[in-house]
């Protein structure tokens, strides 16, 4: 049976069971005793107790599917058999659980398994450098990394980027909100560039024309002596925009930024956090382009579900002192045990492949969806990042004739998949894009069964209207 024929209404739903959600004890006392800064559990009010592959069960004894997955580090979902087993080998051999930087078996092993899936052309002159266990001192080394080759300290970033919520890694930031009370960060060291966000084109054209008018700005921003800005250090940039609203970098866009910044001298680093290890159905991002960054930063996925980040670069940028950037928190060995065993089971069951499969199948449920609610603006991504921009039909339009961001209504949405039983994240300017970040092991079942309760949970929403 093909996808088209497979969707949403061929089959009757099962029952449909709707979940009450009232402030259980322990979330009580985590919303007395937790900082204010929380934010998952405003939004998802669950205290969960266990979970396996693609479901959670929380303390009350209600199962949920969740398409969140840690932010996409759950690669393979819950308590993966090959995960689990790695972590007991490591206590079982009596391996030291914290070497700082020191080398082990495990630690050459996993070097090896990741210099393995990069792109030979950066494989053969990678370096490595770990971090502390997050993908924003991942960013914060990177950020050093550039400067320090360079000689020049000034780094362009794009509009509805995220690359973390240290100070450094906040700036680059394109989010207001995190850094309003916060005043400066870098000051004048990062320079705001337009991103092709082709649903709302920042140049109001979309398309090849949108595309080649971004290029042709970044490439004069560059080269005009009077542009007002410095030669930077680096470009940042997510071949995927995640936090931003999963929005995918046209393709031609990203080779001609990689042709401009390898032209003007300037290091490009590549974000890979979130979209790395076959979640938009290549290995990495920025490969569906075919190009080599200068920088490659690493986290979520990388570990097996456990904390850990690196930074991959080109051997030319390797010019910084010893101790230039370190952290306590370097040699978690259960975690390259895990990521290891995770990078070799991406490669054994074609995990990528699979991940493009069952992403073009929940897109075209998407898309039939569309058709009988106008609330759907776009549907867009690569792989199992997936993203769909709620619109209001009755807003006026813009530039490009499209409806206005509907953010009122996505947590509604939201609300309503998590009383079916989905566990789904927003993002996105006005947080009006809904999310789907499954675990990649996601079978067509359960991808038509998300389908299935999202469709369900629009309606109820747009009924509420």
Same mark, same amino acid.
């Given at each position: ?52 592959? #693609? ?61 393995? #899936? ?102 004069? #921003? ?167 921009? #709620? ?75």
């Amino acid at each position: 049976m093909s996808v088209a024929t497979s969707l949403v209404n061929v089959q009757p739903a099962p029952v449909e069971v709707l979940y009450q959600f009232n402030e259980s004890p322990l979330l009580a006392r985590q919303s007395r005793q937790e900082s204010n800064a929380r934010s998952y559990p405003r939004r998802i009010p669950l205290a969960l107790k266990r979970a396996r592959g #693609l479901y959670v069960e929380d303390v009350e004894g209600r199962r949920f599917i969740d398409c969140l997955a840690g932010a996409g580090t759950l690669a393979l979902g819950h308590n993966h058999p090959v995960v689990i087993e790695a972590i007991q080998q490591v206590l079982a051999d009596e391996l030291p659980l914290h070497t700082l930087d020191l080398t082990t078996p495990v630690k050459d092993q996993f070097v090896q398994d990741l210099f393995g #899936l990069l792109p030979a052309a950066l494989a053969g002159e990678a370096k490595i450098q770990f971090c502390g266990p997050t993908g924003t001192d991942a960013v914060e080394a990177a950020l050093k990394l550039v400067r320090t080759a360079t000689g020049r300290s000034t780094v362009l970033s794009f509009q509805g980027g995220y690359h973390g919520m240290s100070q450094g890694a906040l700036s680059l930031m394109g989010s207001l909100g995190p850094k309003k009370p916060l005043g400066a960060l870098l000051g004048n060291g990062v320079q705001f560039m337009p991103f092709p966000y082709d649903y709302r084109c920042p140049f109001g054209l979309g398309g090849e024309r949108g595309v080649k008018a971004n290029l042709h700005y970044l490439e004069n #921003l560059l080269n005009d002596p009077e542009a007002g800005v410095q030669l930077p250090a680096a470009v940042i940039v997510e071949a995927v925009q995640g936090e931003g609203g999963v929005i995918p970098a046209d393709l031609d866009w990203l080779r001609g930024l990689r042709r401009i910044t390898e032209q003007a001298g300037v290091a490009l680093i590549v974000d890979e956090i979130q979209s790395g290890f076959a979640r938009t159905g290549k290995m990495f991002a920025f490969e569906h382009a075919g190009i080599i960054p200068d920088v490659v930063v690493m986290s979520k996925a990388i570990g097996g579900s456990l904390p850990l980040a690196v930074v991959v670069y080109r051997d030319w940028l390797d010019t910084w002192l010893p101790g230039a950037h370190a952290g306590t928190f370097r040699g978690n060995q259960m975690a390259m045990a895990a990521g290891s065993a995770v990078m070799r089971y991406l490669i054994e069951h074609k995990v990528a492949d699979h991940a493009q499969v069952m992403g073009e199948r929940l897109a075209a449920h998407l898309r039939l969806l569309q058709q009988d609610f106008a609330q759907l603006g776009d549907i867009r991504g690569r792989g199992l990042m997936l993203g769909v921009e #709620l619109v209001n039909p009755a807003g006026e339009a813009d530039a490009q004739g499209h409806p206005p961001a509907f953010g009122q209504l996505a947590p509604r949405v939201q609300r309503e998949c998590l009383k079916r039983g989905l566990i789904l994240e927003l993002g996105g300017r006005h947080g009006c894009v809904v999310r789907f970040l499954p675990p990649l092991i996601i079978t067509a079942d359960e991808i038509d069964r998300v389908a299935e309760i999202f469709g369900r949970a629009l309606g109820a929403a747009v009924a509420e209207l």
